[in-house]
């Protein structure tokens, strides 16, 4: 069946959305100016107040919930009928994993590329896999596991590209490791919060844009007050301001003042990652999980082409190889494959019932799906 305008509007605008979250929030990684106290220009490497941001953009979804229920009192819309009660603070504990996750990435992307965060993000399967057996008592299928399996070879084949890739400056080749380690090591914070979605969160049948704020609520609230003791602690050689602490975030704001175009940069990831949680919920509703999945996909190319052409990383031929590789696993994984198949073996479009798989057993997302 055709799409109509709207969801051809909602796709595009998840794709475009959905890089521009992982192009800003790098874009102003390569900013780099004065800070504070006439220190020396030095990049801009705050990931903690960029963290902060992200969740900012995730908690505007919860005003825009609120404006839908009260444009539903007037207009009734079968999306936001009343809903079983439930206690917010079912939403900390991913909320917590949410902000550890999201804070690792933004370190590590300071250290990596922007392609090569995008597809190492590829290992949310492996862990969520695997805990969805131990902790939920899921069965994963055959090609769940081969899945899984074409996961670990990508991962394997796109950090040989970081290794064999020439590095400047910028990225040197230990902290392009260190990165792609600090990568990795999110994706399993990432799967405990979608463990926790699964087993405490869905029953509750919440709306997913209260979901989303609800937990940007909480990661926005305790991450602000976090900045204010990482100000102090010396965090070595993964300090990227002056006074060598975890975060200064006075110095990010002396650097904004200096190079607006920072500003710029903080605003688009602000802005991207709330439009992008909104057009992915409505693709989910208006189109098929399984597309959103395949969107989410298309928008590592974007990423990596956009990378390339603005000289911000080298091209290495097993990049391609890699991502081949992770996107076949990340299609085996969430049977994308099976609607393929049925069209072979009947020469038909295939029924609707893979489209409404659990969140871990099937082409689902955590409920705020970041950068």
């Not at 090609?143 to 991962?155: E, H």
């Not at 070595?236 to 940069?265: K, W």
Request: hydrophobic share 50%.
């Amino acid at each position: 069946m055709a799409w109509t305008k709207y969801q051809l509007f909602l796709a595009g605008l998840m794709l475009v959305t959905g890089s521009i979250n992982t192009l800003s929030a790098k874009w102003a990684d390569n900013f780099v100016a004065q800070g504070c106290r006439g220190s020396k220009e030095h990049s801009f490497q705050h990931p903690f107040l960029q963290a902060v941001g992200m969740f900012l953009g995730e908690l505007s979804c919860l005003v825009a919930f609120f404006l839908l229920r009260c444009r539903a009192a007037r207009h009734p819309d079968a999306s936001m009928d009343p809903q079983q009660p439930f206690n917010p603070l079912l939403f900390l504990p991913p909320a917590l994993c949410d902000m550890t996750g999201t804070s690792i990435m933004y370190v590590a992307l300071n250290m990596t590329s922007a392609s090569s965060f995008q597809m190492l993000r590829g290992a949310v399967i492996i862990f969520t896999g695997l805990f969805s057996v131990a902790f939920l008592g899921r069965r994963l299928a055959l090609s769940q596991w081969l899945g899984i399996l074409a996961t670990i070879v990508g991962l394997v084949v796109v950090g040989l590209a970081d290794l064999l890739s020439k590095h400047d400056d910028q990225h040197k080749l230990s902290e392009v490791i260190t990165g792609d380690l600090l990568i990795i090591m999110a994706q399993i914070i990432v799967s405990i919060q979608m463990v926790l979605e699964e087993k405490f969160v869905y029953r509750h049948n919440v709306h997913p844009l209260r979901a989303v704020g609800t937990e940007g609520l909480f990661g926005f609230v305790i991450l602000s007050l976090l900045l204010v003791p990482m100000y102090y602690i010396p965090a070595g050689s993964f300090s990227g301001n002056p006074r060598g602490t975890l975060e200064d975030t006075l110095d990010a704001f002396c650097q904004v003042a200096r190079q607006p175009l920072i500003a710029l940069a903080l605003l688009g990831n602000i802005s991207s990652i709330a439009f992008f949680n909104f057009a992915g919920i409505s693709v989910t509703k208006e189109l098929s999980a399984t597309t959103r999945m395949v969107l989410d996909s298309l928008r590592t190319i974007v990423i990596w082409a956009l990378s390339l052409a603005l000289g911000w990383e080298a091209f290495h031929p097993l990049q391609i190889l890699g991502f081949f590789i992770l996107l076949m696993g990340t299609a085996l994984y969430n049977g994308l494959h099976r609607p393929l198949l049925t069209r072979l073996a009947r020469g038909r479009p295939s029924a609707d019932e893979g489209e409404h798989e659990r969140l871990l057993a099937g082409p689902r997302t955590p409920i705020n799906d970041a950068s």
